[in-house]
């Protein structure tokens, strides 16, 4: 019998649903934790000592951090169908696709949700290009994992979806339209409405309340992310 | 062993630590394959057509199918080889997200800030970002004391996925510490790591793969003196 898993999240995470997605996608019951980020817990603050993030899995006495590495553990630490492909060469595409997300889209996504004039412009156009190169790993499939939802599908809703739609309509800036992204437009609505996935989607109005909220300290928070 | 690779192919540049961490898993796996050098001012067909999305080295063309970032394609070399010497990733699940962690926090803490030293324009900038590298330095010494258990590496007795990313860098972290007096691994600082740092250069595919000190600080030079030559010239 397995130890008992807890996730330390917050609902308006989007990365806490990396985590919780890929749990659900495997079957393993969990507990969530939910952390007030303006006042981290002991627990957090221990088992995340290096960021004081969340998401953090706690398996019986493990602690595992960083979203997309829970996501590889709960791939291989649980049975049940595989969240990475199964082919060398494709897990080596969806890692390349995630890192690509994580590491060169994001600065220029928050940029270009939350700044304005030339520093706005410049990431807008950034981003957009970026996106349009994700769009072509959905192209003609369901899913990025193909028939099923995957890791990069995982990777990716944190950047495109339900999260996005939801600053687009704070920040009162668009960047994908239906016309623009069609193939990206429809595997977002794939993804949010799978049966399984829309189980840890946090509703759209609360986190449309929470990010209006927060909006001013969003701004200020990306300012100091702006390239010197 | 040599004969069962299929065709490997590494598109890379001889002054790239990212190029030297596919290099040295290469090595460890035994793996044999053909070196393309690139001129980074002059990009290949292959190498454009290879990694359209960032037209960077390394790349890993494995039966004609490429592969590209570094930690990737370590990965990818563990993977699809994994019959062929010693594993990078050790095999509980665990373990392997304590090294995924840590390989993480060297890409995004140290890399990062470390590759800003050398872009920025301001004296300011460039202490800051020296300054994020150096405080990443600090806390991977905690990270080797808890992956390696006491042991030699990351890895634990063997070479492992972070050995290989950190060790990838080490000829460019001591060619800083001669560019600008920072020296990066500190064995009053961080004596894990200094030690550490010693032994991996013992290790056989360090010494067949890590380019020479003197080299990447002649290089490092002169991509300095091209740039500032490019400002004076705006």
């Known amino acids: 019998m397995s130890p008992p898993v807890k996730i330390l999240g917050a609902f308006s995470s989007a990365f806490t649903h990396r985590a919780e997605v890929a749990l659900r996608l495997?079957?393993?019951?969990?507990?969530?934790?939910?952390?007030?980020?303006?006042?981290?817990?002991?627990?957090?603050?221990?088992?995340?000592p290096i960021h004081k993030k969340v998401p953090v899995l706690l398996h019986g006495d493990r602690a595992v951090c960083e979203s997309l590495v829970i996501v590889e553990y709960v791939d291989?630490?649980?049975?049940?169908?595989?969240?990475?492909?199964?082919?060398?060469?494709?897990?080596?595409?969806?890692?390349?696709?995630?890192?690509?997300?994580?590491?060169?889209?994001?600065t220029s996504y928050w940029l270009a949700l939350w700044t304005e004039g030339e520093v706005q412009k410049g990431s807008v156009k950034e981003i957009k290009e970026n996106l349009a190169l994700l769009e072509t790993q959905v192209k003609g499939k369901r899913f990025f994992g193909g028939d099923t939802v995957g890791y990069l599908d995982i990777a990716a809703s944190a950047f495109v979806g339900h999260w996005l739609s939801v600053f687009e309509e704070v920040a009162g800036v668009t960047l994908v339209t239906d016309a623009e992204y069609p193939d990206l437009c429809r595997w977002a609505k794939?993804?949010?409405?799978?049966e399984t996935v829309k189980q840890c989607l946090p509703e759209r109005e609360k986190l449309l309340a929470h990010f209006t909220a927060s909006k001013d300290f969003i701004v200020s928070a990306v300012k100091s992310m702006t390239p010197k | 062993?040599?004969?069962?690779?299929?065709?490997?192919?590494l598109l890379g540049m001889w002054a790239s630590p990212f190029v030297t961490r596919a290099k040295l898993a290469l090595h460890i796996k035994g793996l044999s394959y053909e070196y393309v050098e690139e001129d980074l001012g002059n990009k290949s067909e292959l190498l454009l057509s290879s990694n359209p999305v960032h037209k960077a080295v390394p790349v890993l063309i494995h039966n004609g199918k490429p592969v590209c970032e570094s930690a990737v394609v370590?990965?990818?070399?563990?993977?699809a080889f994994a019959g062929a010497g010693p594993s990078l990733l050790?095999?509980?699940?665990?373990?392997?997200?304590?090294?995924?962690?840590?390989?993480?926090?060297v890409e995004d803490k140290l890399v990062t800030p470390w590759g800003r030293v050398f872009r920025v324009k301001?004296?300011?900038?460039?202490?800051?970002?020296?300054?994020?590298?150096?405080?990443?330095?600090d806390a991977l010494e905690g990270g080797l004391r808890e992956c390696s258990g006491g042991k030699n590496f990351f890895g634990g007795d063997s070479v492992g996925y972070v050995d290989v990313l950190l060790g990838g860098l080490v000829p460019w972290i001591k060619a800083t510490a001669r560019l600008s007096g920072a020296e990066l691994i500190d064995a009053a600082k961080t004596p894990l790591l200094a030690a550490w740092m010693e032994r991996f250069c013992e290790l056989d595919a360090a010494k067949a793969v890590l380019q020479d000190v003197d080299a990447v600080v002649e290089y490092a030079k002169a991509v300095q003196a091209r740039a500032a030559a490019a400002a004076a010239s705006n």
């Open chain 1, 26 to 48: 495997k079957g393993v019951p969990y507990e969530l934790i939910q952390e007030d980020l303006s006042n981290k817990s002991e627990l957090l603050q221990k088992h995340n």
């Open chain 1, 76 to 106: 291989e630490a649980f049975d049940g169908p595989p969240l990475l492909p199964v082919d060398p060469f494709d897990r080596a595409t969806a890692r390349f696709w995630a890192r690509f997300l994580d590491d060169k889209c994001s």
């Open chain 1, 190 to 194: 794939e993804y949010t409405s799978h």
């Open chain 2, 1 to 9: 062993m040599a004969g069962g690779d299929g065709d490997l192919k």
């Open chain 2, 74 to 79: 370590v990965q990818y070399i563990d993977d």
């Open chain 2, 90 to 105: 050790p095999a509980d699940p665990y373990e392997r997200a304590v090294a995924r962690f840590w390989a993480a926090y």
């Open chain 2, 122 to 137: 301001t004296d300011e900038a460039r202490a800051e970002a020296m300054n994020q590298t150096i405080a990443a330095v």
